[in-house]
C-alpha cells in the first residue's frame, strides 16, 4: 500500500461483524479527521491519504451494508462521494502534473502543461476548501464524529464476524464478473467498454478494501489476495489515467500557442490518445496479476 495508506488491523478479532467492520470504519474516520486542518490549509501532501479513506469508507458502506443503518448509512455515503469529488479534482492534478514531469518533452509543451495545471490547481482547492468548510463540510466532518464515536448500526452488526467472509467472496465475484463484461464488450468492439473497465478497476478496489478489513477472518490468505488486487488496480489505473489525461490535453486551445509548441502538443495528444485507446492492452495486463 502507498505510504500513509495502510489500513488500520485490530489487536485482536473480532467477535461480530459490527465490531469488525468499525475497527476499519473508525479508523477511515480518523484519517479524514486527522487531515481536516491540513485540506484547510490546503496542504497538497494529505489529498492522497483522505481520498483514500473516502474510498475505502464508501465501499465498505456498500460492500456491508446492513452492519448499519440504511438512512444513516446512505446519508454518509452521499455526504462522502461529494467530498470525495471535490478532492478528485485536486488529486486529478496531482497525478497530471507527476505525469507531465518528463524530461523528453520541450520546454515551451512543460511550460504550457505546467502553467494550466497551476491555475486549474488554484480553482480546485478553492471550490474545495470553500466547500469543506462551509455549512456542508462541517456537517460531514461532524457526522464523522459520530460514526466514529457511536455508529449507527444495524441489524447484522451483531452477528458473527466470520460472516464477513461471505461479503468478501461477493466483492471478489464482482471484479471477475467485471472484467468478463469487459473482454466481452471489448472483442464485440463496444464503445463503452472503457466505461466498462473503469468499472471494473472500482469493483477490484472494493474486493481490496474488504479484505483488508476482514483480515483478521481471513488469516494468512489475505496478504495475497490484497497484493494481487493492488496490482490490478496499478494494471488497470495505467489506464484510467491515460483517459484524465487526454482530457486535460484536449482542453488545451492549440490555437494560441507557437506553431511548433501547437506541433508538440499534437504528437503528446495522439500519443496519450493511443494509451487511452488501448482496452486490450490494460486487459492483457490485468490478466497477469491473477
Same mark, same amino acid.
Given at each position: %500500500?502507498?505510504?500513509?495508506?495502510t489500513?488500520?488491523?485490530?489487536d485482536?478479532?473480532?467477535?461480530?461483524?459490527g465490531?469488525?467492520?468499525?475497527?476499519?470504519?473508525?479508523a477511515?474516520?480518523?484519517?479524514?479527521?486527522?487531515c481536516r486542518?491540513?485540506?484547510?490549509?490546503?496542504?497538497e501532501?494529505?489529498?492522497?491519504?483522505?481520498?483514500?479513506?473516502?474510498?475505502?469508507?464508501?465501499?465498505?458502506?456498500?460492500?456491508?451494508?446492513?452492519v448499519?443503518?440504511?438512512?444513516?448509512r446512505?446519508s454518509?455515503?452521499?455526504?462522502?462521494?461529494?467530498a470525495? %469529488?471535490l478532492?478528485?479534482e485536486?488529486?486529478?492534478l496531482?497525478?497530471?502534473a507527476?505525469?507531465?514531469a518528463?524530461?523528453?518533452?520541450?520546454?515551451?509543451?512543460?511550460?504550457?502543461?505546467?502553467?494550466d495545471?497551476?491555475t486549474?490547481?488554484?480553482?480546485?482547492?478553492?471550490a474545495?476548501?470553500?466547500?469543506l468548510g462551509?455549512a456542508?463540510?462541517?456537517?460531514?466532518?461532524?457526522?464523522?464524529?459520530?460514526?466514529?464515536e457511536?455508529?449507527?448500526?444495524g441489524?447484522?452488526?451483531?452477528?458473527?464476524?466470520?460472516?464477513a467472509?461471505?461479503?468478501?467472496?461477493?466483492a471478489?465475484a464482482e471484479?471477475r464478473e467485471g472484467?468478463?463484461?469487459?473482454r466481452?464488450?471489448?472483442a464485440?468492439g463496444?464503445?463503452?467498454?472503457?466505461?466498462?473497465?473503469?468499472?471494473?478497476?472500482k469493483?477490484?478496489?472494493r474486493?481490496?478494501?474488504a479484505?483488508?478489513?476482514?483480515?483478521?477472518v481471513?488469516?494468512?490468505?489475505?496478504?495475497?489476495?490484497?497484493?494481487?488486487?493492488?496490482?490490478?488496480?496499478d494494471?488497470?489505473?495505467?489506464?484510467q489515467?491515460?483517459?484524465?489525461?487526454?482530457a486535460?490535453l484536449?482542453?488545451?486551445?492549440?490555437?494560441a500557442?507557437?506553431p511548433e509548441?501547437a506541433?508538440d502538443?499534437?504528437?503528446?495528444?495522439s500519443?496519450?490518445r493511443?494509451a487511452?485507446?488501448?482496452?486490450a492492452?490494460?486487459?492483457?495486463a490485468?490478466?497477469?496479476?491473477?
Amino acid at each position: %500500500m502507498p505510504a500513509g495508506t495502510t489500513a488500520a488491523r485490530p489487536d485482536a478479532p473480532a467477535a461480530t461483524i459490527g465490531a469488525l467492520v468499525q475497527a476499519y470504519v473508525g479508523a477511515q474516520c480518523d484519517v479524514i479527521l486527522d487531515c481536516r486542518a491540513a485540506l484547510a490549509a490546503q496542504d497538497e501532501s494529505v489529498v492522497h491519504r483522505v481520498r483514500v479513506a473516502i474510498r475505502r469508507l464508501r465501499a465498505t458502506l456498500r460492500t456491508f451494508p446492513d452492519v448499519y443503518q440504511r438512512v444513516e448509512r446512505e446519508s454518509l455515503a452521499k455526504e462522502l462521494k461529494w467530498a470525495g %469529488m471535490l478532492l478528485g479534482e485536486v488529486r486529478d492534478l496531482q497525478v497530471l502534473a507527476e505525469r507531465f514531469a518528463d524530461p523528453s518533452q520541450t520546454l515551451a509543451v512543460r511550460r504550457v502543461i505546467d502553467e494550466d495545471i497551476a491555475t486549474r490547481r488554484i480553482e480546485a482547492w478553492r471550490a474545495a476548501t470553500e466547500a469543506l468548510g462551509g455549512a456542508r463540510g462541517v456537517a460531514l466532518f461532524a457526522q464523522l464524529e459520530r460514526w466514529r464515536e457511536d455508529a449507527p448500526f444495524g441489524a447484522e452488526a451483531g452477528r458473527p464476524a466470520a460472516r464477513a467472509r461471505h461479503r468478501v467472496e461477493k466483492a471478489d465475484a464482482e471484479v471477475r464478473e467485471g472484467l468478463r463484461r469487459t473482454r466481452a464488450a471489448a472483442a464485440a468492439g463496444d464503445a463503452h467498454v472503457g466505461g466498462l473497465l473503469h468499472d471494473a478497476r472500482k469493483a477490484a478496489k472494493r474486493h481490496r478494501y474488504a479484505v483488508e478489513l476482514a483480515q483478521p477472518v481471513l488469516g494468512s490468505e489475505a496478504d495475497k489476495t490484497i497484493e494481487a488486487r493492488q496490482a490490478l488496480q496499478d494494471a488497470l489505473g495505467a489506464h484510467q489515467d491515460a483517459v484524465v489525461a487526454l482530457a486535460f490535453l484536449r482542453a488545451i486551445d492549440l490555437s494560441a500557442q507557437s506553431p511548433e509548441t501547437a506541433r508538440d502538443l499534437r504528437a503528446l495528444i495522439s500519443s496519450t490518445r493511443d494509451a487511452a485507446d488501448d482496452v486490450a492492452g490494460a486487459l492483457r495486463a490485468a490478466q497477469h496479476t491473477n
